[in-house]
């Protein structure tokens, strides 16, 4: 039998097998073996799908790769929330009960119907929301005060999980008010000139952004988002930077995130360096200025 090998390209490394196309791959014994070989001091794995976890006794030199056999790596001493780039939140009891029960919201590639259900809900019990974020198989909720009562909290939506946070927990880095400071180099003139959609498109492509003058950085789009500005809610997509990539790098806030074929599929607006997004680029959607005609409002 031949044996697998890995192939490493700058800043990926690729196996014979692919865990985006198939997930299960990551459970075969042989390819298992050879995750394990990739790292010294590794003694375990995991997986979530979006990405894969090193358990490590020493963590490996840098740089880091950005994919292993497609997902992100993340190396960590061990599993726990605080080791882990996905934000979760905390839970309520079973007993409180399910809301858009009607609706199968698990990996949907449209997720917007399941947002207005979350949103309609809290609209009506009168607990103000100012974010909501899909993680595939379950939602975070940001709450914008603390004084609610979580017993009318639902603990379901869509048939997956409900999380919450709290706003002063989101670290929110202050932004300009306006986008006059984006970069308007010739460059940038052409990517702007092919705004493509972010809804329904599959996350898990690497994009790229502006870190400085001179440096284009990657990033991998994991996740979208709604997020209330004053009183209109805006698309939102998220990059994952890379593991500690706030110690080597900022990206530009207004500056387009595109694809490596030109489209453009947002504009920054923050990369938090703390809290639980620490490592994560934030964007408004190139979806807002299709549907707004490409009007630049104060995002």
């Known amino acids: 039998m031949a044996s697998h090998s890995a192939t490493a390209a700058p800043g990926y490394i690729t196996l014979p097998f692919d865990l985006r196309a198939n997930p299960d791959a990551f459970y075969e014994p042989e390819n298992m073996k050879l995750l394990e070989s990739l790292f010294p001091g590794n003694y375990g794995l995991s997986t979530d799908g979006m990405f894969i976890y090193f358990l490590q006794t020493e963590m490996p030199p840098k740089p880091w790769p950005k994919s292993v056999a497609g997902p992100t790596p993340y190396f960590a ?23 858009g029960e009607g609706v199968d919201g698990k990996g ?5 119907p399941l947002f207005i259900i979350v949103r309609n809900h809290f609209r009506e019990i009168g607990i103000s929301i100012t974010e909501v974020m899909y993680w595939q198989n379950y939602l975070v909720v940001i709450f914008q005060h603390r004084n609610i009562d979580t017993e009318n909290l639902p603990q379901k939506a869509g048939n997956i999980a409900l999380t919450y946070y709290y706003e002063d927990e989101m670290d929110r880095p202050s932004t300009p ?48 988002s709604f997020q209330r500005v004053e009183e209109q809610w805006v698309f939102k997509i998220w990059l994952y930077m890379g593991q500690d990539s706030t110690e080597a790098y900022s990206p530009v806030y207004g500056t387009a995130i595109w694809t490596s074929d030109g489209d453009v599929l947002g504009f920054v607006r923050y990369a938090p360096t ?19 005609e490409g009007l630049l409002h104060n995002y």
């Open 77 to 99: 001493p061990r599993m726990g929330p605080q080791y882990m780039p996905t934000p979760f939140g905390w839970r309520v009891g079973m007993r409180n009960g399910a809301i």
């Open 108 to 112: 949907v590639v449209d997720w917007e």
């Open 177 to 224: 008010q306006s986008r006059c400071g984006t970069d308007t180099g010739p460059e940038n003139q052409v990517l702007l000139q092919k705004l493509t959609p972010v809804k329904g498109r599959r996350t898990g492509e690497f994009l790229f952004l502006v870190a400085s003058d001179t440096d284009l950085i990657e990033g991998s789009f994991k996740v979208t």
């Open 274 to 292: 703390v809290g639980f997004t620490k490592d994560w680029c934030a964007g408004i959607a190139a979806d807002e200025f299709i549907d707004r």
